[in-house]
Nanobody, 121 residues
Framework: QVQLVESGGGLVQPGGSLRLSCVAS????????MGWYRQAPGKERELVAG???????NYADSVKGRFTISRDNAKNTIYLQMNSLKPEDTAVYYC???????????????WGQGTQVTVSS
């Protein structure tokens, strides 16, 4: 089993910044892909930013130039630096990790519990 712990959400004014963190722990042989998704009320969950299995990054058009995803492989941690936040960025942000596990062996996808980001004056 793998556990994901997210942190860093909160209330921020428009134009402000937040940094989200997601730590993966447990029976991890390797991490194939990691990313951040978000879900606003009444909307579907969408990809915000992510690392592919090849190591490249991709971003939603709505966050390009404002958000930056990064990772610390030694700590199995990914970060999402969010700058110039807008009210439309308000959502629950979820971490997603695709891993190869030691036990039970195989490839699995896990989701974090979510962290609320609210952008409001």
């Amino acid at each position: 089993q793998v556990q994901l712990v997210e942190s860093g959400g909160g209330l921020v004014q428009p134009g402000g910044s937040l940094r989200l963190s997601c730590v993966a722990s447990g029976s991890i042989f390797s991490i194939n892909a990691m990313g951040w998704y978000r879900q606003a009320p009444g909307k579907e969950r969408e990809l915000v930013a992510g690392f592919t299995s090849g190591g490249s990054t991709n971003y939603a058009d709505s966050v390009k130039g404002r958000f930056t995803i990064s990772r610390d492989n030694a700590k199995n941690t990914i970060y999402l630096q969010m700058n110039s936040l807008k009210p439309e960025d308000t959502a629950v942000y979820y971490c997603n990790v695709d891993v190869r596990q030691y036990y039970p062996s195989g490839y699995y996808s896990y989701w974090g519990q979510g962290t609320q980001v609210t952008v409001s004056s």
